[in-house]
């Protein structure tokens, strides 16, 4: 059975980095049959998704227009996670990010609230 | 990008009653592949969202069954035959089948 377990800060400075891992168990970030997703919620912007990486005999990345300059999504094969990186942040980016599976079946993890607050 | 048009944004409904939400995809989800990339899930408060239908109709494990999903190609319902206590919460749509993955607005479930 596939988990996601999330971890890092719950508030970040703006204009500064959030970053979040999400730690995989049951599957393979390197896995041919998944791609692994960022998506935040918030009550202003309702659910939006931010991006994804996935490896199909190499790496590729697929990102949000909206985020498209400031984001990263990195695999980490040694550890079997991912992470995401949010440059620049401002109060706008306060929200509930989620790591999820994507295909066969969407797994979710528990979610992370990051407040962006001085 | 395809925008999840939901409805209705909220419900209130009787236990035991069925409840019905509606969700409508500004294109076709289905993939040269056969699939129709569409779910259901439940988001119940404080908790991350769950899946409670993949694929248009197919009911992920231990989801009951007074849970369904129906629906083709940019139109897609999900029913709910006998609604009861713990279905409360926020049901929303999602588009698997392009970048970038898009959501219905989410229908908030109560119980009268």
């Known amino acids: 059975q596939v988990q996601l377990q999330q971890s890092g800060p719950g508030l970040v400075k703006p204009s500064q980095t959030l970053s979040l891992t999400c730690a995989i168990s049951g599957d393979s970030v390197s896995s041919n049959s998944a791609a692994w997703n960022w998506i935040r919620q918030s009550p202003s912007r309702g659910l939006e998704w931010l991006g994804r990486t996935y490896y199909r005999s190499k790496w590729y990345n697929d990102y949000a227009v909206s985020v498209k300059s400031r984001i990263i999504i990195n695999p980490d094969t040694s550890k079997n996670q991912f992470s995401l990186q949010l440059n620049s942040v401002t109060p706008e980016d306060t929200a509930v990010y989620y790591c999820a599976r994507e295909a066969p079946i969407w797994v979710w993890g528990q979610g992370t609230l990051v407040t962006v607050s001085s | 990008d395809i925008v999840m048009t939901q409805t209705p944004l909220s419900l209130s409904v009787t236990p035991g009653q069925p409840a019905s939400i509606s969700c409508k995809s500004s294109q076709n989800l289905l993939h040269s592949d056969g699939k129709t990339y569409f779910y259901w899930y439940l988001q119940k408060p404080g908790q991350s969202p769950q899946l409670l239908i993949y694929?248009?109709?197919s009911r992920f494990s231990g989801v009951p069954d007074r849970f369904s999903g129906s629906g083709s190609g940019t139109d897609f319902t999900l029913k709910i035959s006998r609604v009861e206590a713990e279905d409360v919460g926020l049901y929303f749509c999602?588009?698997?089948?392009?970048?970038?993955?898009?959501f219905g607005q989410g229908t908030k479930v109560e119980i009268k």
């Open positions: 694929e248009v109709s």
């Open positions: 999602m588009q698997g089948l392009h970048v970038p993955k898009t």
